[in-house]
């Protein structure tokens, strides 16, 4: 392919004389619409067409003695024959001559007749209605570029698409029109620059459809297979990203596919050629380091003018359009721009067809590049002893230390309370140590992100140990080259975090590489992000959790606070779901009291609304399950819910409070976590305080009383609630009627609180066994006659209401002396005596028989 255009004074007229415009014209439309084809020059001399010098002058192939044929272009035309002895074509194709339609187009074919991979189509005259196809059949390592010049009599634009006619370029060898794919139509058209499309799947068909009466309805294109990459390709092929399977147009680019400048290179759909309508073409790119930048460079953006709305490419800070818009591009606008990771998404969206079809979509460049940041003061220091063998934190210094070198690096929790680490930031060495020390009362959590270690058969690895690296000390973990990791599988999902945590305030990774001779030129590495968790404020985290803790009223501070987790290192490579458990455990002469004091950036989602009564705060949700929204929830061991936000949460119903005297969990539930959107934000309190208001006992007098005590406080706020789960057992080693006797002043619904009996079971895991009767407050008195031999029953308050339970339970117990055992309890004495000595003697006998 030469580097011009055909330059010879047009004959003829029609949709010929297009072909021959001035060069001058074709190179500034070139430099007006950014539009790029290939460049199909055969010969300077040819005057009529491509293939054609002269219409005659030249011997005859079919008769030597006549000299008034057609002169072709020697190189790559042949003549016609005696059907058309004033015409050329491209050899290959002389059988086309007199109606060029229905005709497959092959390159390797055409290549072997006529040494050329190009060619023109110029339609028939056709009268509609009326269907012509082509198909184009590259060659390996091909894709199929269309330019058309001229269009007659093809339909006509309504506005939104084509009709009446079109011409339409779609993917695979069926010659069938595809509504969704690009069309271009029009009256009499003359394109200059040409309308350019590219296929780059494999075949394609150029489809000329008539459907409405004309006279003439015709084309004339230009057809190329055009290499695929390098060589001076016009057609793009992506670089250095993967087409997502069972999508439209959506790709994916990660940085470790990217290394070298230039090698990562997207374009909208078709590019440069005009691309389809209505499409949402999604580009994600991923990072694998926190410290990795990606820098994005529009060399090429021609969208059409006054469409904004419609034709933009949007760059969005995550993976979906409802992540943090970054910027939005339109029309002519070329820029350039540097963003952090994990994930970018940019988004191609095209809108409806604009004639004249003079655009041809955007190209990008990506750039990943590590963050320009000094170790010392952004990701650790170098610990410092104060005095021989002591840490800064008063912790000891690490026993028979390995060699220190310039790759070594110690982080204090001091210092930093999380961060990120990665060996390729320092000089390399076979060694290299990477020490975390935290407080006294810290545990370290450690998250490997990635990892390359490339040498052969062992001879570079990683080991993690449990406090300080010695050579007297197995490490706990062992990692063998040659191995990698990367943050992203190939599908650039987030892979599952590989986590350690040490036993006490101290970690260690160490790193031993071969001579870098081995014969890899890529650089060996760990990368990842550390956390100092301090157990004695923040709770004790629970093994092979990210952010799962518990609290224990005997050991941890008597009252404390609680934020939402998400925003440390830790969390940078975490994507999904997240559901953080703060777990608090009372003693057995404790409550808990946990108050929600701010709540910030809760998405008001209409699937969810909370409601707030006497009973807690619940979260009412429709259509959508719970978890698949963000809420944030108090819930007991057993799963009940004590109080749930979500939703239009309003501001001014905080604080919300319950007390309990049972362990709760403060559950934090983001539905669509990542480290752009990490979710909403809230702050809590909690309290440990002594009391004995509720909790196991076990009761072996066979006659007594039980009241409520009295809790409330005038302090408390309108959403202050109480949980309490009580439990008395009722055990006695005699032969008895227990007859209990409930009563409250409160007339409240069962489903506030509520009094239960129960048979003693030992065979079930807490003892419960048949439910006797449920005594609720609305019943105001009661009195229950248990089963003759009934020994032992369990009663059972639960409560979880805004106004604490009051209520008092009494038992007495009647005993029967053995020689009456067997025919059952006496009679009851008379109506008058029983009325008051009933009670009284019953209590009477049974402290006798107590005492004996």
Excluded at 195 to 224: H, K, M, N
Aim: hydrophobic letters at 35%.
């Amino acid at each position: 392919m030469g580097a011009g255009r055909g330059r010879g004074r047009g004959r003829g007229g029609g949709a010929g004389a297009l072909l021959l415009l001035p060069p001058l014209l074709l190179l500034l439309g070139v430099a007006r619409a950014q539009v790029a084809w290939t460049p199909i020059y055969v010969d300077g001399n040819s005057q009529v067409d491509l293939w054609t010098q002269e219409a005659q002058g030249c011997s005859c192939p079919f008769d030597a003695a006549r000299r008034d044929c057609a002169c072709c272009v020697r190189d790559g035309g042949c003549h016609c024959g005696r059907s058309m002895p004033n015409r050329c074509s491209q050899c290959g194709l002389e059988q086309h001559c007199g109606r060029m339609c229905n005709v497959t187009l092959d390159s390797r074919f055409l290549a072997s007749r006529s040494g050329k991979t190009f060619g023109q189509i110029k339609s028939p005259s056709l009268e509609g209605p009326a269907f012509c196809w082509f198909l184009l059949q590259p060659d390996v390592g091909q894709r199929v570029e269309v330019q058309v010049y001229r269009l007659v009599s093809a339909g006509r634009f309504n506005g939104t698409s084509c009709e009446g006619g079109f011409l339409q370029l779609v993917d695979g060898q069926e010659p069938s029109p595809r509504a969704g794919d690009v069309q271009i139509c029009g009256g009499n058209e003359r394109y200059a620059p040409p309308v350019v499309l590219f296929a780059d799947r494999g075949p394609a068909s150029l489809i000329f459809q008539i459907g409405e009466s004309t006279l003439r309805s015709q084309f004339l294109a230009y057809y190329s297979f055009t290499p695929s990459g390098g060589g001076g390709a016009v057609g793009f092929q992506a670089r250095g990203g993967r087409r997502i399977d069972l999508t439209e147009c959506d790709w994916l680019y990660q940085d470790f596919l990217c290394r070298e400048p230039g090698s990562c290179v997207l374009a909208s759909p078709g590019y440069p050629g005009l691309y389809p309508p209505n499409r949402q073409c999604k580009y994600h790119i991923t990072t694998s380091s926190i410290q990795t930048q990606v820098h994005i460079s529009f060399t090429s953006l021609l969208l059409p003018y006054n469409h904004c709305r419609t034709h933009y490419v949007a760059i969005y800070q995550g993976s979906t359009p409802s992540s943090p818009l970054l910027n939005t591009l339109c029309s002519n606008r070329k820029a350039q721009f540097t963003y952090s990771g994990p994930k970018l998404l940019l988004e191609f969206s095209s809108g409806p067809p604009v004639p004249p079809y003079d655009y041809n979509g955007f190209l990008a460049t990506l750039e990943f590049t590590e963050k320009i940041t000094s170790t010392e003061s952004s990701t650790g220091s170098i610990v410092k002893s104060t005095e021989p063998g002591v840490m800064m934190d008063g912790t000891s210094a690490p026993r028979r230390p390995l060699s220190r070198t310039g790759c070594d690096l110690v982080f204090s929790g001091n210092d930093s309370r999380s961060g990120h680490f990665d060996t390729k930031d320092r000089p390399w060495s076979p060694l290299c140590t990477l020490t975390f020390v935290g407080r006294p009362t810290d545990i370290v959590h450690i998250s490997l992100f990635n990892y390359q270690l490339r040498a052969p058969s062992c001879q570079t690895v990683a080991e993690v140990y449990d406090g300080y690296a010695d050579d007297s000390v197995k490490p706990r973990h062992r990692l063998c080259s040659p191995l990698t990791k990367h943050a992203q599988d190939p599908s650039g999902r987030f892979l599952e975090q590989q986590t350690f945590v040490s036993s006490d305030n101290a970690l260690t990774l160490v790193l031993r590489r071969p001579s870098p001779s081995f014969g890899s030129s890529e650089k060996e590495f760990l990368n990842g992000a550390f956390l100092f968790h301090d157990e004695q404020v923040d709770g004790t985290l629970r093994p092979d959790t990210l952010c799962d803790v518990d609290y224990y009223g005997l050991s941890s501070p008597r009252q404390g606070h609680v934020t939402n987790p998400g925003g440390q290192q830790l969390f940078w490579n975490y994507e999904g779901t997240l559901r953080c458990s703060q777990r608090f455990i009372p003693a057995a002469n404790q409550s808990i009291t946990l108050t929600i004091t701010t709540l910030a950036r809760l998405s008001a989602n209409p699937n969810c609304h909370t409601l707030c009564g006497d009973s807690g705060c619940r979260c009412v949700t429709k259509l959508i399950p719970l978890l698949q929204m963000d809420h944030l929830a108090i819930i007991t061991d057993q799963g009940q819910v004590l109080s749930c936000l979500c939703g239009d949460f309003q501001q001014q119903w905080l604080p919300v409070s319950v007390r309990s005297w049972s362990p709760m969990r403060l559950v934090y539930s983001v539905a669509h976590y990542s480290w752009n959107m990490q979710g909403f934000q809230f702050t809590s309190s909690y309290a440990f305080v002594v009391d004995s208001v509720c909790g196991y006992a076990r009761i072996s007098e066979p006659a007594g009383e039980i009241h409520s005590k009295n809790i409330s406080s005038s302090a408390m706020k309108l959403n202050h609630y109480f949980h309490q789960d009580c439990v008395w057992l009722l055990d006695s080693k005699i032969e008895r009627q227990l007859t209990i006797e409930l009563a409250t002043e409160q007339s409240r619904p069962c489903t506030a609180w509520n009094i239960s009996a129960y048979k003693y079971d030992d065979s079930t895991n807490d003892n419960f066994g048949e439910l006797l009767h449920t005594f609720c407050p609305r019943d105001r008195r009661k009195e229950i006659p248990l089963p003759w031999k009934l020994d032992t029953v369990l009663l059972r308050l639960r409560a979880t209401t805004g106004t604490a339970p009051e209520y008092s339970i009494r038992w007495t117990s009647q005993i029967v002396r053995a020689n009456t055992r067997v025919s059952g309890p006496t009679s009851a004495p008379s109506a008058a005596a029983g009325k008051w000595m009933g009670p009284w003697l019953g209590t009477l006998l049974a402290l006798l028989w107590y005492r004996s």
